[in-house]
């Protein structure tokens, strides 16, 4: 009923930049909060960067001043993420996830919902 759809990762050189994308579709009611986090191989998933449905944005103190997220508002849906990457270290390789806590017509409550991930890879 609900899609994330992430685009935008893929092999950078130190201090080179990606945009990361992310589009949620489907019987959307309503759409919270959305988000990056990134899973690094043999560490946990960490949050990179939230943005309200309020217009305030939070940021992991590792990516603060290079990392950018901004939301559009397409017809008012405030559907699609983005994630400007700056400055990109070998140590942001990771595969990125796309986050939205989103309310269906058919429900009453908002749930957490998850993309399925784009590759980021920073390598000389």
């Known amino acids: 009923q609900v899609q994330l759809v992430e685009s935008g990762g893929g092999l950078v050189q130190p201090g080179g930049s990606l945009r990361l994308s992310c589009a949620a579709s489907?019987?959307?009611?309503?759409?919270?909060?959305m988000g990056w986090y990134r899973q690094a191989p043999g560490k946990q998933r960490e949050l990179v960067a939230t943005f309200s449905s309020s217009g305030t944005t939070n940021y992991a103190d590792s990516v603060k001043g290079r990392f950018f997220i901004s939301r559009e508002n397409a017809n008012n849906a405030k559907n699609t993420i983005f994630l400007q990457m700056n400055s990109l270290k070998p140590e942001d390789t990771a595969v990125y996830y796309c986050n939205a806590r989103i309310q269906l017509y058919s429900s009453n409550y908002y749930s957490t919902y998850w993309g399925q991930g784009t590759q980021v890879t920073v390598s000389s």
């Open positions: 489907g019987s959307i009611f309503s759409i919270g909060a």
